[in-house]
């Protein structure tokens, strides 16, 4: 039998489960939005001009790297800092009231059923990650975590991939994420992503990017969690070949 989808083509399958990197921010909670306004008035408390549309499309980097990314590198050496704490202080107040998207605790338990080892790959700080942990109730259902205190430097760069990979400890890995950045994060790593349609950046933008496979909501991966590619197949997530699968778009 041949098995076509986004991460190649195989004749024979295999029942080896590939180990899942889970974005949390915008993939597992609905923060997106709260970390745009909470960076927005952060950058206006230090007189810095932005707008929230610039904001969000940066929304998925670490805050070590999104302050000059936004405003460069004069604004993060003078305030960075500064910034990164008027962020923090802000997002705490708005942090009890982030619910989980739909679908997440029911992705996490199908994993779980499965046999499928996931560790949250996330660039927030520890606090926020233990919070997120809590709300979902997943410390049951998860093989471990990375938090932005694990690296020198998150999303973007690659090291939290390879941090969570290394915590998976399995041959073979997938990114899952909601933002650009995370699938760029994965790319750094050398492992492949999909894209969460459930952070605001759209289909497109998680294509450019490199995603191999686009979903619109987390509930269309549980359709997956039994098959490609959360089943490796033979060759599978070594091709680079994308087509369109089931729940793509």
């Known amino acids: 039998m041949t098995i076509a989808g986004p991460f190649g083509t195989s004749t024979q399958p295999t029942t080896k489960r590939v180990g899942v990197a889970l974005d949390i921010d915008g993939t597992l909670v609905d923060s997106t939005y709260h970390h745009t306004i909470c960076w927005l008035q952060a950058f206006q408390q230090h007189d810095v001009a932005t707008s929230a549309a ?74 926020e990650t233990e919070h997120y942990i809590d709300l979902l109730g997943a410390r049951d259902v998860l093989h471990g975590w990375t938090t932005s205190d694990d690296v020198e ?43 969460v349609d459930t952070g605001g950046f759209g289909a497109d933008a998680l294509r450019a990017a490199g995603a191999r496979l686009v979903v619109p909501s987390l509930d269309d991966l549980l359709d997956r969690v039994n098959c490609e590619p959360f089943i490796r197949w033979r060759g599978g997530l070594d091709r680079t070949a994308a087509r369109p699968g089931r729940g793509d778009h």
Do not use: N, Y
Request: proline letters at 6%.
């Open 54 to 127: 610039r904001v969000h499309s940066h929304i998925g980097m670490g805050g070590d790297q999104l302050v000059e990314a936004i405003a460069g590198p004069a604004v993060e050496r003078d305030r960075g800092d500064d910034i990164r704490s008027a962020h923090d202080a802000l997002f705490a107040v708005l942090l009890p009231t982030i619910q989980p998207l739909d679908g997440a605790r029911r992705l996490l338990e199908a994993f779980d059923t499965s046999g499928q080892r996931v560790v949250l790959c996330s660039s927030a700080s520890a606090w």
């Open 153 to 195: 430097r998150t999303k973007p760069h690659g090291d939290l991939v390879r941090v969570a990979r290394e915590r998976l400890d399995t041959p073979h890995a997938i990114m899952v994420g909601d933002s650009p950045w995370d699938v760029r994060a994965a790319a750094a790593a050398g492992t492949p992503a999909i894209g």
